[in-house]
């Protein structure tokens, strides 16, 4: 790799060598840091407070990258980097102390729990065979009526309840929001209520600390995290994981910024921090070492904590050759580790458009998947307006944007792009490049959001519109994604950006699985469904056009076919009927015996009952799923 950076000359080294900043052993510890100032290397006793037991002036190697060996055994003491710019771990520190302030000698084979290297991430064929649930720590497990032990912290996740609610369900991939260690929340401080999502990195490659049971010891966050995948893993539930590589917490005190000032941020032509990430500033993926930066970081998760896959947060703001990069660098790990992201920035960034990775540019990406807002705001309204609604309130002219998320956002012959509400042409190459979804966090959920969009809303109601929208996002093409509580009915207050609302907002109430079982029953009914049936997966553009087609339907309904044995499916024609009007509607279905699987809130793949002839009646706000052999 080359690169140039404020002077310094470029620097043949590889990446890894770059960014492979402690290397451990029992009688000797190497340190390295890339940066273009002369840098003083400070050992600690302990992660914070205390002055240095050792202080070394770094050599330079010539190629920008200064270098100090440190001789004895230096495990579980700390370390930072001082370039005359402040103290800091440096950018690809692997260890901790408490709040990240600064680097911890480790030796990581000692932080792998017992059966690790035995440990093997679940068989995925397509990306169009899982059902994503995406998940933050304290929300799933903090409330008392949880039933679990280690609230909020990773080891929730290894509750034995927790894994067998998750298989009861039949999610089979856990996105968790970031989890690598985020500069909002006081790790001193644990015993004082704090929230944060997480979206404000500060050391990329390091657990959270305020997950772990103690975030003093910068190895029990990593045994942790390790167990928990672990636990995942064995369920056969595969592990993604939210990555926020477009900005920092802030600038001045990043450690980009402390070791090679603006290198790794986009400026306006006038010279002003770029803030196409809405947080103050956006890094520069562009740039030969930033983009190398995150390659490692990405394969790091990979190769160190058995990642399954990754979630990039404002993935518009990267551009189109590293995201194509980090995609081609993980096939030669593992092809089945599933890469999207959102295909948006949150303002404009210092970089041409048309080469970031935008929804719209969503083809020129190579095997990796976005957000498909068409869908999402076609049934339940805008993300700009909370009290405006969609499909699922009646709203008119939905059908078509609906219809384009449930073929995979692919051209199909029967969608007519003029009527999109926000596409215009088609943006996947395949379906699995799609994620459908109705609701993710940072949003009102969905049942917040019907009762802002529908006043008078009745429980009743909510519920019938909540498994419809359900339906349509668990038949769709796309990969589906649900919100972490939505099969229990989950409520955040009405908050729309929650990010650091208390627990009592963001907190997932277990005891709303005994007022709404139905609910919970209908979602883990139709994962089964999609499981079971491989029409519902076809993965393949060609396979969707020649199989998906739409039946006519009257407005505010929406029906399709998957037939001819689609997918090699035992069910020769599958008809799925979404009716979003108040009052129950007859559709014309080819003539025929069929067995019903959803109706009246209920889903069984073995069978409701069945219907003969040529018509089908679906309830008022409900879901019809019907099949013949």
């Known amino acids: 790799m080359t690169g140039c950076i404020m002077g310094v000359l470029s620097l043949p080294m590889s990446a890894q060598g770059i960014f492979n900043e402690m290397s451990f052993s029992a009688d000797k510890t190497v340190f390295r840091l890339n940066s273009p100032y002369k840098t003083t290397l400070r050992i600690y006793k302990d992660g914070e407070g205390g002055k240095p037991m050792k202080t070394v002036k770094m050599k330079s ?157 910068p190895t029990v966050r990593i045994k942790e995290f390790k167990q928990m995948v672990q636990a995942l893993h064995r369920a056969g539930i595969r592990v993604i994981l939210d990555v926020v590589y477009n900005h920092t917490f802030d600038i001045k005190n990043s450690n980009f910024q402390r070791v090679n000032p603006d290198y790794y941020y986009r400026k306006t032509a006038d010279g002003k921090y770029s803030d196409g990430s809405g947080c103050g500033n956006e890094t520069a993926s562009e740039k030969a070492l930033m983009r190398e930066y995150m390659l490692e970081s990405v394969k790091y998760w990979v190769n160190e904590y058995h990642i399954d896959g990754f979630r990039f947060d404002l993935m518009g703001v990267h551009d189109i050759v590293t995201m194509n990069d980090i995609r081609a660098a993980v096939d030669h790990i593992d092809p089945s580790i599933y890469i ?10 210092a970089y041409p458009t048309d080469k970031l990775a935008m929804k719209a540019n969503t083809r020129q990406l190579n095997g990796i998947g976005a957000f498909c807002d068409d869908m999402r705001d076609a049934l339940r309204g805008p993300f700009s307006d909370d009290h405006k609604g969609g499909f699922l309130a009646g709203m008119p002219d939905m059908e078509e944007s609906l219809k384009f998320g449930i073929v995979g956002a692919i051209s199909h012959p029967q969608i007519d792009m003029t009527r999109v509400n926000y596409s215009k042409e088609a943006w996947t190459n395949s379906p699995t490049q799609m994620v459908s979804y109705v609701s993710c966090h940072d949003d009102l959920c969905l049942t917040d959001r019907l009762r802002s969009s529908i006043p008078g809303i009745t429980e009743d109601e909510l519920i019938r519109l909540d498994l419809l929208a359900q339906t349509a996002v668990l038949t769709s093409q796309g990969v589906p994604f649900i919100l972490c509580g939505e099969e229990m009915l989950r409520d955040k207050k009405g908050v729309h950006n929650s990010f650091k609302s208390p627990d009592s907002i963001n907190h997932l109430d277990w005891n709303n699985l005994k007022r709404y079982p139905q609910v919970f029953d209908y979602y883990s009914g139709l994962i089964a469904l999609r499981k079971s049936h491989p029409a519902f997966r076809l993965a393949n553009a060609d396979l969707v056009r020649k199989h998906l087609s739409f039946l006519d339907a009257p407005k505010g309904v929406v029906a399709f076919s998957l037939n001819d044995n689609a997918g090699g499916d035992s069910w020769r024609d599958i008809i799925v009927i979404l009716n979003a009007n108040k009052q129950p509607t007859d559709i014309n279905v080819p003539e025929g015996e069929y067995t019903v699987v959803v109706d009246n809130g209920k889903v069984d793949v073995n069978g409701l009952g069945s219907i003969t002839g040529q018509k089908a009646t679906v309830g008022g706000q409900q879901a019809m799923v019907i099949y013949r052999k």
């Open 61 to 217: 190697n010539g190629d920008g990258v200064w270098e100090a060996v440190v001789k004895g055994n230096l495990n579980g003491l700390f370390y930072t980097f001082d370039t005359g710019n402040g103290e800091c771990p440096g950018l690809f520190a692997k260890a901790v102390g408490v709040n990240g302030n600064r680097g911890a000698v480790v030796n990581m084979p000692s932080t792998d729990p017992e059966g690790w290297n035995e440990d093997r991430r679940p068989a995925l064929a397509s990306p169009a065979d899982l059902v994503i649930y995406e998940l933050h720590h304290r929300d799933f497990s903090i409330d008392p009526s949880s039933g679990l032990g280690n609230k909020g912290k990773f080891l929730a996740l290894t509750d034995p309840k927790a894994i067998e609610y998750l298989k009861r369900l039949g999610v089979n991939a856990i996105h968790i929001l970031p989890s690598f260690d985020y500069a909002s929340v006081d790790e001193t401080r644990l015993d004082t209520p704090q929230y944060n999502w997480g979206y404000d990195p500060k050391n990329y490659n390091v657990p959270e600390g305020s997950y772990s049971t103690d975030p003093y010891s």
């Open 340 to 349: 999207y992201g959102e295909g948006w920035s949150a303002g404009s960034c």
